[in-house]
Each structure stands twice: as C-alpha cells, then as structure tokens.
C-alpha cells in the first residue's frame, strides 16, 4: 500500500485532505509510523552485562554439550570483533537471538528489549505528504 492508499484509507485524514493540509496529514500519518535501525553493539553489550546475560552466554559459547552453543559462540564473536552495529532485519540475526531464548540462555524479555532497540520513529514530513498526494503542478494524483 502507498503512502497515498493510507491517507484515502485513513478516516482520520478526511477533513486534512480536503483542505489539502499536508502538516496535519504527516503529523496524523506519523503516529505509530516506525522504522528499523541498526543497533550499536555497546548497547546491547550494557543490556546484556546489566542483567547478567552475558556470563550466562559466555559459559554457553564454552560449552560445546549444550543446545545454544554455536548462537553463543556467535554473539560472542560479533561482540569481540569489530562491528559496531547489529542489523535485525538480517533473519540469521534473529535466528540466533531466538537460539539464545530456545536453549534458556536469555530470556524472551532480553530478547524483547533487544528486539526494541531497533525500532525508531519514522516520522512523516509535509513534504512526503506532498510527493505522496500531489503532482508538481498541484493537481491530485
């Protein structure tokens, strides 16, 4: 659906779209409206190292017996190494995270907290409202 479907859509933006008001059209479209970012690995690192999850990962990745040895291994490789961020939106990413919650070695909430950490505001501009809704001329897409 385009920016465009969501505001004829949205019962909300009636009266700002018949007065062509593109402010209050992003300011309406903008509640909610999220995007994916990358996640500095020093945050997850303090996340990890203020709720005790990161001894309990470092013995797992020790630990070649145990279910979530190889996801251990990993986030401890990605945190010695020389990334500063994690992106989420890779699925193997995900997959090792979930690894960690399967095998009881974090919790789903940490798990959680992580997840959030990607997740920012993805405000609307009038601009984008504009370029959504109106040619160059000013006519009505």
């Known amino acids: 659906m385009t920016l465009r479907d969501e505001i004829h859509a949205n019962p909300a933006c009636a009266v700002a779209l018949a007065a062509r008001d593109c402010h209050e059209l ?6 909610g409206r999220t995007r994916t970012v990358k996640i500095p690995i020093a945050d997850i690192q ?9 001894w309990d990962i470092a013995a797992v990745a020790d630990n ?4 979530a040895q190889k996801a251990a291994r990993a986030v401890v490789d990605v945190a010695s190494a020389r990334y500063d961020h994690i992106d989420t939106k890779i699925p193997m990413v995900g997959q090792m995270l979930g690894a960690l919650v ?32 109106y040619n160059d001329d000013g006519s009505d897409k």
């Open 26 to 31: 992003a300011r309406i479209m903008s509640v």
């Open 46 to 54: 303090d996340l990890m190292h203020a709720t005790g999850a990161w």
């Open 64 to 67: 070649p017996a145990h279910v």
């Open 102 to 133: 399967t095998g009881g070695v974090i919790s789903q909430a940490i798990f959680d907290q992580i997840m959030a950490m990607a997740v920012a505001p993805d405000p609307l501009t009038a601009q984008d409202v504009a370029a959504a809704l």
